[in-house]
Structure formats: C-alpha cells, structure tokens
C-alpha cells in the first residue's frame, strides 16, 4: 500500500483505487462506530420447534401445550428438572423455539416479549428465555395478574464469553395441563460490541476520509478554495 504523503498528490479517483477503499465503504467502516447492531432473526435454516410453536417474519408465537417438561427441557438442552425449578412448582407441559448465535464476549442480544396469562393463580403458568443451560424467567402470571397480560420491552443478554449458543423461549403450564398461556417474542437484535474498529485505525480512515472529501469539492466548485 502506497504512503499517505504520496497519496495525497494523487487525484481522489485514483487514490481511491489505489488502495482499494471505496467511499461506501469508508461510511460504512464508519458507521460501525461505536458498535455495530444488527436485526436478528428466527432464521428457518437454525430455528426449530418443540410443541404449539411457530415462526414468522422474525417473531415466535408459542402456546403451553404439545410437549413436556421433560422433552422441552432436552430440546433446549437444560439440566433435567431445571424447568421444575423455575417456579419452584411442577411445570407440566408447553413448548418451546430454539435457534443459535455465534457470539463473542461482550455482544449484546436483545428482544421483546408479551406473556399472555391464560390462566388464574395458583396456576401460575410462566415463559422463560434461555441461553445454553441458564434459564432467565420472562412473564408468569402472578406477574401479568389472572388472564392479565405483561410486557418486557428491549430484554437483553450480554455473552460474556466466546461460542455458539442455543437461544431457547418456552411458555409451560404449571400445576395442571389445561387453560394454556401464550408467548410472543419480537424484535430480536444483536449488537456486536467486538467488531469497533481500534482508534488507530478509526482515525486514519478519518483523515483519509477528510482528504477525500476536499478533493472531490475541489474538483466539483473550483472556484471555492478548500483546505483538504
Ligand atoms: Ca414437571
Ligand atoms: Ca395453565
């Protein structure tokens, strides 16, 4: 790669070329600063489904019914009787989705979530979301009031270290198998907080992208006088 010194004699067009850097390109280098988020979906090619469960256009709609405790729970690949635990009460039955997220520590996932209370206390139904074995209760209905409804806007989960990870969400029945409730997940991002370009390098592009800019104005409007 040619030095900034001889760079800066040559026109923008040819130094552009030159180093192979493009002005779209520049911006979008740029834009990823300070982090770089992007829309995540339930993509058909590494979702799958375990019970009254279904996808569409990015978001999952499930229903406690289809599938066991035991079977959600091996689906999703938690410890057996972890779902069991959530409430501290029997879980029965339900269903769940599962995807995974090729992540590095510190990248951000979030979501949006709607829990729809079927059921009345002390059937205290619940939905909960997962990463690999750690269970993160969402709305139960204690939480939404009898055949209430509760919300959780931008919910997110911060990867502390490298891996692929199964992302599970799951609604169960609790105590019995009957009046079921429902969960909608929404709006799934991920933000790779990895990805920041090093100040070096942010800087560089900087004056490059400055230097650029001036010679392009030059040749637009010659008869205004820029510092490039
Ligand atoms: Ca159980
Ligand atoms: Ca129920």
Not at 91 to 120: M, Q, R
Not at 137 to 142: H, I, M, P, Q, T
Not at 173 to 184: C, E, G, I, Q
Not at 189 to 208: I, K, M
């Amino acid at each position: 790669m040619t030095n900034a010194t001889s760079l800066k004699k040559l026109p923008m067009a040819t130094a552009l070329k030159t180093t192979g850097i493009s002005l779209a390109s520049l911006a979008a280098v740029l834009s990823t600063t300070p982090s770089y988020a992007a829309n995540f979906t339930f993509n058909p090619a590494n979702t799958q489904t375990i019970g009254s469960a279904t996808t569409s256009n990015g978001e999952a709609f499930l229903n406690s019914s289809g599938a066991s405790d035991s079977q959600i729970e091996q689906f999703l690949g938690l410890n057996a009787g972890s779902l069991d635990a959530v409430q501290g009460q029997n879980a029965t039955n339900g269903a769940a989705v599962k995807t995974t997220i090729a992540a590095k520590a510190g990248d951000v996932f979030s979501f949006d979530w709607k829990f729809n209370a079927g059921d009345y206390l002390p059937f205290n139904d619940f939905s909960f979301f997962s990463i690999g074995s750690v269970i993160q209760k969402l709305g139960d209905v204690a939480l939404s009031g009898n055949y209430g409804e509760a919300n959780g806007v931008n919910t997110t989960y911060t990867f502390t270290a490298d891996g692929i990870y199964t992302v599970g969400y799951g609604v169960l029945n609790l105590l019995d198998t009957s009046v079921d409730s429902k969960l909608k997940i929404s709006n799934l991002a991920y933000t790779e907080t990895a990805s920041v370009p090093e100040p070096a390098s942010v800087l560089g592009l900087l004056a490059f992208g400055a230097m650029g800019a001036g010679s392009l104005k030059r040749k637009q409007q010659q008869k205004v006088a820029v510092k490039a």
